[in-house]
């Protein structure tokens, strides 16, 4: 018969448990010291390269996008404020600011033509031709940045996918996801009509009557009924400005 554990037994088990713990914390703290060590040894070098390099940060935008990246993985942020150390050796507090105002104009411009929605790619076209005297080049990641700090002031302002393509959205509109399947079917030409809506998502024609009249409403989509076929147009200037430029 198999005797069980006495006191005396119990008790150095529990001893030998509460060694383990303690070691094992011990060693937590050892490793969350070494890693605050090696990120304030990180930090440093960051702002020794981004003294070496602030040139190459501001006028580069490729440049710029990797130092983002780096600080990034630090857990520094150089756009989280207009003062202190990053905006008084880069500037990069006041690029994106006025970048962001740029981009609300532009927006606002181009509101009445695109109901409030427009490609990325041609939000970046506009603005490096407003920027043409600027000494700073401008990427996507940099348009991206600067609205993301535009999203704080509750202005509507997103960026959304519709397939593989970025669009900015300026309004607060929301689209659900029978108007993100309208406007990626519409990427091929710039339009859709009603019959082709049905056809290629396998909708009834009331689904797709009211999402295209809930586009138009929203001022996403233009009418055109200029065609021998009949069949009415809704074309989508979001994306339509692209086809008809890669068209060109």
Not at 4 to 19: K, N, W
Not at 62 to 83: I, W, Y
Not at 144 to 165: C, E, Q, Y
Request: hydrophobic residues 40%; charged residues 25%.
């Amino acid at each position: 018969m198999r005797r069980r554990p006495g006191i005396a037994g119990l008790q150095t088990a529990v001893a030998a448990r509460d060694q383990y713990r303690l070691l094992g914390e011990n060693v937590a703290k050892i490793r969350a010291d070494l890693m605050k060590e090696q990120l304030a040894t990180f930090k440093s070098q960051l702002e020794e390269f981004a003294q070496k390099h602030k040139n190459d940060i501001r006028k580069n935008p490729t440049f710029r996008s990797q130092f983002h990246e780096m600080c990034a993985k630090v857990g520094v942020d150089p756009l989280a404020s207009n003062k202190g150390f990053w905006a008084e050796l880069l500037g990069i507090g006041d690029f994106y600011y006025e970048l962001g105002v740029q981009i609300v104009e532009i927006c606002l411009a181009t509101r009445s033509h695109n109901g409030g929605l427009i490609n990325l790619q041609e939000l970046c076209s506009l603005l490096s031709q407003r920027r043409r005297t600027a000494r700073e080049a401008i990427s996507e990641d940099d348009c991206l940045r600067a609205i993301s700090k535009l999203k704080v002031l509750g202005s509507g302002f997103a960026v959304i996918s519709i397939g593989r393509k970025k669009l900015v959205r300026s309004v607060p509109t929301e689209l659900n996801r029978d108007h993100n399947e309208i406007l990626e079917l519409a990427q091929g030409q710039g339009y859709v009509t009603v019959e082709e809506v049905e056809r290629r998502l396998s909708w009834s024609s009331g689904r797709a009557m009211d999402a295209l009249e809930t586009l138009l409403k929203e001022g996403l989509a233009m009418i055109d009924d200029g065609h021998r076929d009949g069949k009415r147009r809704y074309w989508f200037p979001c994306v339509a400005s692209i086809f008809v430029t890669a068209g060109a």
